[in-house]
């Protein structure tokens, strides 16, 4: 089936399910997620070593590409595999497992595009809902508690059973503040607030 196809500049290779391996599609993808029950994937087993390595891989290069990976053997070749591996018998393989599929490069970006407006669109009503939820009565406790939820939630592993207002009460408006803005929204910096403050 790709024999003639592995050199048409007009075919591209997407992942179907490349949002199960996503964390986020709102910036540039710098990792992926591989789920644990991947084993338990009926079609991911029925795949030999090589053949596994090939779709990790391919996901790499959709991550890379937009999940819009050129269908040129040589690229494909050069970018995921030592050489010695059937990349015809592996892809016709992958995509009768539904694990990738080949489309017009106009048809991967419809299907990314309408995918991208539903998630923002999910995105807005569960901001509205947290808004709506978390109002405050403009103290500064009530600002400082909207603030830590709202960064917890923003957190790649949010922190479960979290109550910024018990933390507040315990340790006080300034410290909890003071912390917050010197640990902001960095990298780890939520770790190391709750570290500052002793909570873990």
Known sequence: MFLFLLMDSDKFITIPDMGHYQHYNDRNIVW???PLNILQDYN???????????????LILAARNGNAIPLQ???ILKQISNGRISLEK???????????????????????????KEEKREDKIKEEDVVSS?????????KLEFELNDWNSRQPSPVENFKPINIIGK????????????????????????????EY
Do not use: M
């Open 32 to 34: 992926l997620k591989f």
């Open 134 to 142: 978390n109002k405050h009565d403009g103290s500064d406790e009530s």
């Open 171 to 198: 340790h006080g408006v300034e410290k909890v503040g003071g912390l917050l803005k010197e640990y902001g929204p960095k990298n780890n910096g939520f770790y190391l607030f709750l570290k500052g403050l002793g």
């Open 44 to 58: 991911f087993s029925c795949l030999t070593n090589a053949e596994r390595w090939i779709f990790t891989g391919l």
């Open 90 to 116: 592996t892809l016709n393989k992958l995509e009768s497992k539904n694990l990738i599929a080949v489309k017009p490069l106009a048809e991967c970006y419809q299907v990314a595009s309408s995918k991208i």
């Open 73 to 75: 053997s040589s690229y």
